[in-house]
Every structure is written in structure tokens, then in C-alpha cells.
């Protein structure tokens, strides 16, 4: 049985069509993950489902009980952001609807909690629908993509993975088509031209008759009935011209290559020195003494829970603070969530040319990279969603006149799509990266260094998240193996004192060593 149905959906919002959807069905047990820009009704389509917001025009059938969990969740001042988002994830799993609808749930995550709840929804026994620009999240746990664009809802099936190569084969499938269409049109064009120039000439007298010949009865005649004939295909070939089905070029973004500053004595060489630096705030030890080395050109990803430091060593870095080093030959640029690098009463194109040597032409190819065409580069920053202002300062910085970027948390507001626009800017950048991140596979497709502050101590990793990742998996399960020998040993030293003097507080002592080994073997 269908736990929802909806036909002929349509929804606006002013004079826009929001929302144009045919048919969409919801069985039990799926497990769909809803992709598509900001802004364009992914969450008015959650509120729909679940009874909040009433379509316009359509038919509603619905067979079951839905919770929705919201991008916005009540505020607590005395909690954290990533404690109230998991308090009220159990709060709506504990109701155990058979239909979940989650809205953005990894907002205020850190890393260890986003693992958490895919372990959560990957236990979910209903159907659920995922909003998210997590795309690890989306791959682990879903089994279909919605995507929503200009109104209209494309079913995918597989994960994020699975949907990403399928749009490549549409984005080839359309190249083809474009190409076979401007050949069609050249051929008829060339046709047409032909027939034309025939035409014309049917009226000339032709080179091998004489003039004599041409005034004979008949030859005028058969050279206006021969024009008339081209001219008749001639038109014939216009009007198929006319009604060949147009199709739209696909948008092919120029490659990009920036003058670095400073590139001969910064690239490969050491840019940045951490010698013995402790972190603390007031008497508050946030991590023990640390040193590294950073090359330029280098990508480092900052990881960590929430609270544990990662943004105070990143201002560490940008003051310059004891034990910190930066070259004379770098420049860095720094990104946080306030925005304060933009001017509101100026444009996108203003704000990101005012602190660029770049040429206009590289400057609208990263804009464009970023989703902003044409006109659409002269919109004031007032007048922008959080997501267009968080794509607009990172195009501010990344053509600014720097070689290191220092990014906090850049993903944040970020749909899908700017997302993967985001990171091809980052990987082509020739100039070294810091960031702070909990978005797993952009970690993992920028970062060839990784620093990970957890529990007061920090460890510093040259290679990929993958490969860090495996490495932490041998390094626990070498610490395990070593804690279940030494609690076997004491295992067995108690047994022997039980044997030979046996007394209440040996039995107490052996019982508690038996459920950590319990505990162990789980």
C-alpha cells in the first residue's frame, strides 16, 4: 500500500510557480534523499507532504503518519546548536512515525554526531525523505534522489553516487544532442544556400547553348519552370529549418588559471611553522603542545567535534600568535559565517572585483562557476538569499590578491550544487587552503593534510581523509587488542588470588573485570 500519493501538484509562491509535479509516490521502507538549489521548494514540498502547506491545484492522498523534522529547530539559550538539533532527532525518531520527512537534520552537527544519526536513520524501521547536502549521508542511507528543478521532480534511482553519474550521462547525452542539431542546421542551411543559387542562375542563359539556341521556343520557358522548382525546394528546406526542434547549448564553463602571488617563493616550500603551540582558553586546555610544517600549495582540513578548538587554532594562525610562523611570501584570506568581507549596497560583481588585481573576464568565469550568469553578477548582496551571499564571499576571496585561504566552515548554506561548484574552484586553487569542515566527502575530495583536534590532544596526518581514516581504524583496533591482553592478564592474576585467599573485594574486582571484557568483545 502507498503511504502517499500526490497528482497534478501545482503550488506558487507570489506570481512563480513553485512546484509543477505530476505524479510522486512514497512506498513504505523507502529511502529517498531530496536534492536541488537554494530556493527551489524543497522544503515547501516536506511541508506539503506532511499536511502543513496546501497546494493550489491537486490531489493529496495520504495513508499514513508523518513526522517533520525542521531545518529550524526551538532554541535553548542554556544548549548548544548541536545539542538541540540531536535532542529533538531523538525527540522525532522516539514518536516512530511511519513516514519521516528531515529537513537539512545535519545543521549544527559535527562530524561525530552526522555519523550518529546515519547510524539512527540507518536503523529506521518506515520510510523516510532526506533533505541534505551531505552527500556521504545521502549515498550511506538512501536508495532513490528526488531532484527539483524549474518545478518539476526527476526520480533517480540509487544513491547520491549513482545520481551524480547519471546526470553526467544527461549533461554527454545533451552535448550530443546540441552537436547533432547545430549539424542538421548547417546542412540545411548549406541546402538551402545551394537551391538558392541554382534558382538564380535557371534565369541565365547557360554557357554551352549558344544565344541563338536560347531564343529557340521553348528554353525560356523551361528555365522559369527549373526555378520555379528550386525555389519551391528552397522554401521547402526553409521551412524545415524553421521547425527543426532548437536545442539549448550546455553551458560549458571556461577552465580557469590565476596568477598566484608570490608563486616562485611559495610554492613547495615551507609557508607556515606550528612549533610547541598549546591551546587554551582562560584555564580551559583545549589541546596539548603541537608542531608541523606547511607547504604551499598544501589543503588543510581542520576536523574535530564541536567546542574542541578548531576555530581558535585557525585565528591562532591568522594573528600569527607564539610559536606560529608565517612566511613573508603568503598572504591569507580568511572566511567566516559573519560575511563581514561584503559591502550590501554593492553588487556581486563590485564586491568581488574591489579587492582583485584580476582581469573582468576570470572574475565573471568564477562567478559563473558559482552559479551567478549574465545579469544576475549586478544584484546587490541586500538583496540576497544566505546561500548566494556565502557564494559571493568565497568569490570575493578566491580572487583576491592572496595565497593562502583560510576557510571556516564554507559549506554551511551551500545546496549540492554550489557545493560541487565550490570544490572545483578549491581543487583547480594553486595557493594553500586551511579549512574547518564537517562535510566528509568534501573534506575528503580537497584536503592532502589532516588535522584532527579531539579530547585536549591534536594529531597531524600528511595524506587524504580516506587514508586517515583507515589508518585511525588500525590504530583502534591495535589499542583494543592491546586492552583485552592486559585485562585477560589481570583477569587471571584475580583468579589466582581468588583460589588461593578468597574475599569479597577480589569478587567485586573480578566481576567488574569481566564486564569491561564484555564490553570489549561487543
Known amino acids: ?149 524549474e518545478g518539476k521532480v526527476t526520480v533517480y534511482q540509487g544513491g547520491y553516487s549513482a545520481y551524480t553519474e547519471q546526470k553526467k550521462i544527461e549533461h554527454r547525452q545533451a552535448q550530443l544532442a546540441y552537436e547533432k542539431y547545430e549539424q542538421e542546421k548547417k546542412k540545411l542551411k548549406e541546402a538551402v544556400k545551394s537551391k538558392e543559387e541554382k534558382a538564380q542562375r535557371a534565369v541565365k542563359t547557360p554557357k554551352n547553348v549558344s544565344g541563338s539556341e536560347a531564343r529557340i521556343t521553348g528554353a525560356k520557358p523551361y528555365f522559369a519552370k527549373k526555378q520555379k522548382k528550386l525555389q519551391k525546394t528552397a522554401a521547402a528546406m526553409e521551412t524545415r529549418l524553421e521547425k527543426l526542434e532548437k536545442v539549448e547549448k550546455v553551458k560549458e564553463l571556461p577552465p580557469l588559471k590565476m596568477n598566484l602571488l608570490n608563486e616562485s617563493a611559495f610554492k613547495k616550500r615551507i609557508v607556515l611553522r606550528v612549533e610547541k603551540t598549546a591551546g587554551r582558553i582562560g584555564s580551559r586546555i583545549l589541546w596539548d603542545e603541537i608542531s608541523f610544517l606547511f607547504r604551499g600549495g598544501d589543503k588543510l582540513a581542520v576536523i574535530g567535534p564541536n567546542g574542541s578548538g578548531k576555530t581558535t587554532l585557525v585565528k591562532k594562525i591568522l594573528r600569527q600568535e607564539e610559536g606560529i610562523t608565517l612566511s613573508p611570501s603568503v598572504k591569507t584570506g580568511y572566511f567566516s559565517q559573519n560575511l563581514n568581507i561584503l559591502d550590501e549596497e554593492k553588487t556581486i560583481l563590485e564586491n568581488v572585483q574591489s579587492s582583485s588585481a584580476q582581469n573582468e573576464t576570470l572574475i565573471r568565469t568564477v562567478l559563473a562557476r558559482m552559479r551567478f550568469f549574465n545579469e544576475e553578477v549586478h544584484k546587490k548582496v541586500n538583496v540576497l538569499s544566505g546561500g548566494e551571499r556565502v557564494k559571493t564571499a568565497l568569490a570575493k576571496l578566491f580572487v583576491s590578491d592572496i595565497n593562502m585561504l583560510i576557510l571556516d566552515e564554507p559549506t554551511n548554506f551551500l545546496d549540492t550544487e554550489a557545493l560541487e561548484a565550490l570544490e572545483k574552484l578549491l581543487k583547480d586553487y594553486e595557493g594553500s587552503i586551511i579549512f574547518v569542515s564537517h562535510d566528509r566527502q568534501f573534506i575528503e575530495n580537497i584536503a592532502d593534510h589532516i588535522l584532527e583536534i579531539r579530547r585536549g590532544k591534536i594529531k597531524f596526518f600528511e595524506g587524504n581523509y580516506k587514508d586517515y581514516k583507515q589508518s585511525e581504524t588500525k590504530e583502534k583496533r591495535h589499542t583494543k587488542q592491546d586492552d583485552y591482553l592486559v585485562l585477560e592478564t589481570k583477569i587471571s592474576e584475580v583468579l589466582s588470588r581468588l583460589s588461593v585467599e578468597p574475599s569479597e573485594a577480589l569478587e567485586k574486582e573480578f566481576h567488574k573485570l569481566l564486564k569491561e571484557k564484555r564490553e570489549l568483545d561487543k
Not at 29 to 49: A, F, P, W
Open 1 to 149: 500500500m502507498l503511504l502517499f500519493e500526490a497528482q497534478e501538484i501545482r503550488h506558487y509562491v507570489q506570481d512563480r510557480l513553485l512546484l509543477d509535479i505530476d505524479n510522486l509516490q512514497i512506498n513504505p521502507n523507502d529511502r529517498i534523499g531530496l536534492v536541488g538549489r537554494n530556493g527551489c521548494g524543497k522544503t515547501t514540498l516536506l511541508q506539503i507532504i506532511n499536511g502543513e502547506v496546501v497546494p493550489e491545484k491537486g490531489t493529496i492522498m495520504k495513508n499514513t503518519s508523518s513526522e517533520l523534522l525542521p531545518q529550524l529547530k526551538p532554541t535553548d539559550t542554556t544548549k548548544s546548536g548541536g545539542e538541540i538539533t540531536q535532542d529533538y532527532i531523538q525527540q522525532t525518531l522516539n514518536r516512530k512515525a511511519e513516514l519521516l520527512l528531515a529537513d537539512e537534520p545535519t545543521t549544527n552537527l559535527d562530524t561525530d554526531h552526522i555519523e550518529w544519526l546515519e547510524k539512527k536513520l540507518g536503523e529506521w524501521q518506515g520510510a523516510f525523505l532526506l533533505v541534505s547536502h551531505d552527500r556521504t549521508l545521502l549515498d550511506a542511507l538512501c536508495s532513490t534522489i528526488w531532484e527539483i528543478g
